[in-house]
């Protein structure tokens, strides 16, 4: 009983914040080194493609990888900006990738 009240205050701690302003999530536990990644070259029917680099996503528990992919850019000079876990007053804040 005791380690299940543990545990549950653990998972309570760690995602205080989740739900904030906007879309951020906010955790108090940094993200692992991304896995060693290798970009596949574009698929030959969509040479024109942005590559969106894999990244840590958060759960709601853990962080899980999710691979990288091509994605269709909205226009002829734009490029991706990846999104990233920026470090903010003791949180971790996921910032969301875009277009430029």
Do not use: N
């Not at 894999?54 to 991706?80: C, I, L, M, N, S």
């Amino acid at each position: 009983m005791k380690k299940q009240i543990l545990t549950a205050a653990c998972a309570l701690f760690l995602t205080v914040g989740v739900a904030s302003a906007g879309a951020q999530i906010r955790i108090t536990v940094g993200p692992p080194r991304h896995p060693r990644e290798v970009m596949p070259p574009p698929p030959p029917e969509h040479r024109d493609w942005g590559w969106h680099a894999g990244y840590q996503r958060w759960d709601g528990t853990r962080y899980v990888w999710v691979p990288g992919a091509y994605e269709q850019p909205p226009h002829a000079r734009a490029h991706w900006v990846a999104g990233s876990w920026q470090h903010r007053r003791g949180e971790y804040v996921w910032v969301e990738g875009r277009w430029r």
